[in-house]
């Protein structure tokens, strides 16, 4: 059902941004229609026991050109674990009035978690339901809040033969949920979509007032510990080497590390500083009266990005090095995760349009931000191209009932609307 539109009197005297957002304010039904297509298709990576996205992907491709948004291209990554050996990556072009200047990128993935435990769920997870301005079912916020909202930004301008400033690319990337090693990764490695003076707008992740544009995130290394002692009665002591008192000095001397060598500050974020705190720990002896001869257990690790992740293992290495003489042990260790990201400058054009943009919508500061967890905004920063990541959103993610407000679509679509129209 295309969105209402106004009588045309009333449309010429209208600015091409007025009209957008008259477009969108009558858009309920098309959202709840586009959110009901895609989450009856489950689009679950084979790790989650799933088929990947091409029918969700297939199916959106057939809604937009419905639409009017025609200009699609697909940027298939190969993956023999699913049934039809492909991992989806589309982009849909709206042509703007110039193409020499940078685009305007919307970035959302299409790849959804599992609904988990069923029983916790109100609504079948896989069909909408669409109650009190709200929309219910797995996958409504995360991501498609961000992908509907930037489909119905794109088609306020396409329905009403609106010619944006800028090319307006939307990108929905598959495998964002677990690694994004056929999304994102696949094409930053085997195609050349991005130019460095392109806005890239990523609206997954955000907070509920809208106000936090997220420019950069935290170095992050998680890191596997073992400890091998000699095991002994616990009465003897002295005849073993207590792998377990070992560990428990090293996570204390690492843990120092926070206010002993990383100890700067940065107001972006929050925490403002590093934090390396041990986490998971592994069983060791199944009883109490024996010294433990083996111990695993973890470390994560969030760096204020001026720190290298080389460095933090430096001084890891140096103490462990220091607790094997101390108490007469073997230490070895292995990153599980590394990630590094560099930053948007919070003086780059797509913060500013986009602060803009928020402020015009929503009536609230736009202010730039860093976190302490990752985002596919990273892979973008890190190959030199501005990137942010931002949405309106009520952050039930991942949770039994996800919801997504009608209104946080209907204004983030503005948003984007906005930035899209900026000369």
Request: proline residues 5%; glycine residues 8%.
């Amino acid at each position: 059902m295309r969105a209402p539109t106004r009588c045309k009197k009333e449309q010429k005297d209208m600015t091409n941004k007025e009209r957008a957002f008259a477009y969108l304010d009558g858009a309920t039904s098309g959202i709840v229609e586009l959110e009901s297509l895609l989450t009856a298709i489950p689009a679950l990576a084979p790790e989650s026991g799933g088929q990947g996205e091409l029918e969700k992907a297939e199916a959106l491709e057939a809604w937009l050109a419905r639409r009017g948004i025609t200009k699609i291209e697909r940027f298939d990554a190969k993956d023999p674990r699913v049934a039809s050996g492909l991992r989806p990556n589309i982009v849909a072009t709206i042509p703007g009035a110039r193409d020499d200047i940078g685009r305007v990128w919307i970035m959302t993935h299409t790849d959804v978690v599992p609904e988990g435990d069923r029983a916790m769920w109100k609504t079948d997870p896989y069909k909408v339901e669409y109650r009190d301005g709200r929309v219910y079912g797995r996958g409504v916020e995360d991501n498609q809040q961000g992908l509907v909202a930037s489909v119905f930004a794109a088609l306020s301008l396409v329905e009403q033969g609106i010619v944006p400033p800028r090319t307006v690319k939307l990108l929905f990337v598959a495998d964002e949920e677990v690694g994004s090693e056929f999304g994102i990764k696949h094409l930053l490695a085997t195609t050349k979509l991005f130019r460095k003076d392109d806005l890239i707008l990523v609206p997954d992740g955000g907070s509920a007032d809208g106000s936090e544009i997220e420019v950069a995130e935290k170095n992050i290394a998680w890191i596997k510990v073992v400890t091998k002692g000699k095991q002994t009665h616990a009465s003897m002591p002295d005849q073993g080497a207590n792998a377990f008192l070992a560990a428990s000095d090293l996570a204390l001397r690492i843990h120092a590390l926070e206010r002993e060598v990383f100890t700067a500050r940065d107001p972006l974020f929050h925490p403002d500083r590093s934090t390396i705190h041990p986490t998971k720990k592994e069983p060791n002896v199944p009883n109490i009266n024996t010294i433990p001869g083996d111990d695993v257990f973890y470390f994560d690790c969030r760096i204020l990005p001026q720190y290298p992740i080389d460095m933090l293992l430096a001084e890891f290495d140096k103490r462990a090095r220091a607790v094997e003489r101390d108490y007469g042990v073997q230490i070895s260790y292995e990153l599980v995760q590394r990630t590094e990201s560099k930053a948007t400058s919070p003086e780059a054009p797509i913060v500013k349009l986009l602060a803009k943009a928020v402020k015009e919508v929503y009536g609230v500061e736009g202010k730039a931000i860093g976190i302490g967890g990752g985002s596919v905004a990273a892979y973008l920063r890190n190959e030199g191209l501005d990137a942010v990541v931002w949405s309106k959103m009520m952050e039930t993610a991942h949770q039994p009932n996800e919801s997504a407000e009608i209104a946080n679509i209907i204004g983030d679509a503005k948003v984007f609307a906005s930035v899209m129209l900026e000369e």
